[in-house]
């Protein structure tokens, strides 16, 4: 039986695939496990500079299994303990990555898939996309992230909205929310996530952990503090090698090659 999450490292881009498109990428115990170990690995390769959320099939995920949770051999909640702990452990890991983070999704994406599909820096979906919380009709409420994500991007009163009455919402109403980042064709989602995935991976590193680290913590800084933390970053990119090397090559007119 193949993984249900496979990991592919390769020149400083490391691609994670949801791999279960039979069952649309459940978030089951066996995906939450795989999920947890292919994070875990990428933590501790130093190697990586960008990390490609991706998944098989028409579906990205659908959320957790509804199914395992119907289990009345035992407690819901010891059901629910199992997968969540190594999930929620693994989007904690996931929050401190410094380089950047990009999630290509498409089809149908529910429950616990929402926190996954939206947990990248840069959010790119297929035409496909169908997002439903899904949850409060179970009588459950929002995990893996899934209702900081949404108020993040979209604002409390949306995320109001999407979780409590459950209606699937397209991809392009996604886009005008500001769920996503960019909308393309089924067929051309891979090759440019690929490509953007790629000129992250290849471009310079420590400023762009700057970059995420600034606005990550913009929503909790005063403007002095924010001008205070700008300037640092500036003076410490200013003398690194990649800086210098990005101000020779515009004079230049050339490509930089950054270290």
Known sequence: MSSPVTLEIDQGLAVLTFNNPTRGNVLD????????????????????????????GKQFCVGGDVHSMADTTRPLTDTLRVLLEPVHGAMNLLSM??????????????????GLAL?????????????RGGYSALGLTPDVGGSWFVTRRAGASRAMEIFMTNRPITSHECLQLGLFDAVHPDADLPAIAKKLARQLADGPVQAQARIKSLINHAHHNSL???????????????????????????????????H
């Not at 994070?39 to 991706?54: G, P």
């Not at 410490?236 to 050339?254: L, N, P």
């Open 119 to 131: 947990c990248g820096d840069l959010v790119l979906a297929a035409e496909s996309v169908k997002l």
């Open 29 to 56: 115990m066996a995906m939450a496990s795989a999920f947890a170990a292919a994070i875990e690995q990428i933590a501790e390769d130093s190697s990586v500079r960008t990390l490609l959320i991706t998944a098989q």
């Open 224 to 258: 002095a503090q924010h001008l205070v933390a700008e300037r640092d970053a500036m003076y410490a990119s200013g003398e690194s090698d990649d800086g210098k090397e990005g101000v020779r090559a515009f004079i230049e007119k050339r490509a930089p090659k950054f």
């Open 97 to 114: 990555f410094t380089f950047p983070v990009v999630c290509a999704i498409n089809g149908a994406i529910g429950g616990g898939g929402i």
